[in-house]
């Protein structure tokens, strides 16, 4: 089955977390492809200068803020597109992130909104947005993961677990819907520099990201527009043989650990602890 036709004029693509990081740059190379695009995030204000700046290229894109942690916030912002816009061609899940603190030192509810907006607003969207694609017989959802649960990765229990779980959902649904035009993709992310969640705690913590040892933000956006072009199940974005550590590491989680402590990752991410203690004592003072 091709996807393709989810991409171009008169196609309309959603995605979230648009207002910084990696999303306007996804956005970007979708607009590239001549979709109207719908930019979403929580703050008005970084959204507005993120259309402008797409918009100077001549890419038609629009947007509506969305604080997705809320739970009645996915499907108020499917319901809104499709009404400004006749339907939803394309679905792009790029929203998320981690506080990157203690696990039993934040509260059931902080870790159940980290649940919440990296897992549970994704499932509500694609829900959302699945009568409407299977009705047209054309989409394509776009879930972007990461390989945070299958390496161990310090300090992120909620996290983890979410982007894991966003993995087996866009397995299943890929599974049950492609045969009726409606298609899904994972991007599973390695450690991204240039924008996104990692940058800015490396920016905060005076780190610097090697190179050798990241993928850039860049490559990231290229490779959403190529999974749905090519309708690829999952694809996944590091360096190196990056899928071959993620089979290692479904195979042998034993390694993960093991793996964090050799290529630094155990001891950046304590420094990266210890920051975010220091700044909520001084908040608190």
Not at 128 to 139: P, T
Request: charged share 20%; proline share 5%.
């Amino acid at each position: 089955m091709k996807t393709s036709s989810v991409l171009g004029t008169g196609r309309t693509a959603l995605v979230t977390g648009a207002s910084r990081g990696i999303g306007p740059l996804i956005a970007r190379e979708i607009a590239r492809e001549g979709n109207h695009v719908v930019l979403t995030g929580r703050s008005r204000e970084e959204l507005q200068a993120v259309t402008y700046d797409v918009r100077e290229s001549g890419a038609d894109v629009s947007f509506l803020p969305t604080d997705l942690v809320q739970p009645w916030a996915a499907e108020a912002l499917v319901q809104t597109v499709e009404r400004e816009r006749g339907g939803i061609d394309l679905l792009v899940n790029n929203a998320g992130g981690d506080p990157q603190r203690e696990f039993d030192r934040m509260t059931l509810n902080e870790n159940l909104d980290i649940v919440q907006l990296n897992l549970v607003a994704p499932l509500t969207l694609s829900h959302s947005v699945l009568g409407g694609m299977l009705q047209r017989r054309r989409g394509h959802i776009v879930n972007i993961s990461a390989l945070a649960g299958r390496v161990a990765f310090p300090y992120t229990e909620a996290y983890a677990a979410a982007k894991d779980g966003l993995i087996g959902f866009t397995r299943v649904l890929r599974n049950d819907y492609r045969g009726r035009g409606v298609s899904a993709s994972v991007l599973i992310l390695g450690p991204i520099r240039g924008a996104g969640h990692g940058q800015r705690t490396a920016d905060q913590v005076g780190l610097k990201l090697p190179p050798f040892a990241t993928a850039s933000a860049d490559a990231v956006a290229r490779a959403v527009v190529d999974a749905i072009k090519h309708d690829r199940a999952e694809v996944v974005v590091m360096p190196g043989p990056g899928r071959l550590m993620k089979a290692a590491m479904d195979y042998f989680p034993g390694l993960g650990p093991a793996i964090n402590r050799i290529s630094g990752s155990t001891a950046t991410m304590q420094k990266v602890i210890a920051f975010r203690k220091e700044q909520n004592h001084v908040a608190d003072s």
